[in-house]
């Protein structure tokens, strides 16, 4: 059973998140904390699959900044922030602090949080079965934002382009669909857009490797990863 911690000082709007992640994932455990102090009790002993966070909690600006150096050092477990703090801000920020994603309070609703939540939890529930990729292939770690590698070399690519080359890798040999591919684009969800970001793998891959030529396209369909 998974197990989900929330963060937040604010009761209803944790409730709400609660409820949210439980309509989304029936039986998933879900703890609530709501200080700082309580919520790193909870990390130091407990195991979370994901924490959902706020980075202001009561008088504590940056409480959540705290909590995130905390888990980093303990498990790496991934962490969702929702803050109602500037995303054109925080989220580069929070990117640096290796948390997955932010939402800023005012711009979401239900489905998009829930969208972005079970990408997460996916992530998280898959980790501890993976493969490590021998040394010459490609190497990245679906629960943090830190640059993939390719034959040793870091591969400088956008977010969501990094989520886009993480599930052509991990259904290699598989026509991956246009459908499949927009679950794990925040927005612009067309196939253009789509076709944009795949370039951007390709373009990023050939900074390294001239030649690479890994990613198919199948027309009307979506891509594979051909890489033997």
């Known amino acids: 059973m998974a197990r989900v911690a929330v963060i937040e000082d604010d009761v209803p709007t944790s409730n709400q998140l609660r409820g949210w992640i439980e309509a989304a994932r029936p039986g998933v455990r879900v703890d609530q904390w709501f200080s700082h102090d309580a919520a790193a009790a909870a990390i130091g002993r407990e195991h979370y699959d994901v924490v959902v966070l706020d980075i202001e909690l ?46 800023q309070k005012s ?56 989520r886009i080359l993480d599930v052509l890798h991990r259904k290699r040999g598989q026509v991956v669909s246009y459908e499949d591919l927009y679950l794990v684009v925040k927005s612009g969800r067309n196939r253009d857009n789509v076709r944009k970001h795949v370039s951007t793998i390709r373009d990023a891959f050939r900074e390294i490797d001239p030649a690479f030529d890994g990613v198919e396209n199948v027309p009307m369909r979506g891509f594979r990863w051909v890489v033997p």
């Open 58 to 103: 009561g008088r504590e600006r940056h409480a959540g900044v705290a909590l995130i150096n905390a888990i980093n050092k303990r498990r790496g477990t991934p962490v969702l922030v929702v803050s109602g703090m500037p995303a054109s801000i925080y989220r580069s920020i929070m990117k640096a602090l290796d948390a997955w994603d932010y939402l």
């Open 107 to 162: 711009d979401f609703g239900e489905t998009e949080f829930i969208e972005t939540f079970l990408e997460v939890l996916r992530a998280a529930e898959r980790a501890p079965g993976s493969a490590p990729p021998a040394a010459s292939e490609l190497s990245i770690d679906p629960l943090h934002q830190a640059s993939p590698t390719w034959r040793g070399e870091r591969i400088n690519l956008p977010l969501t382009a990094q």
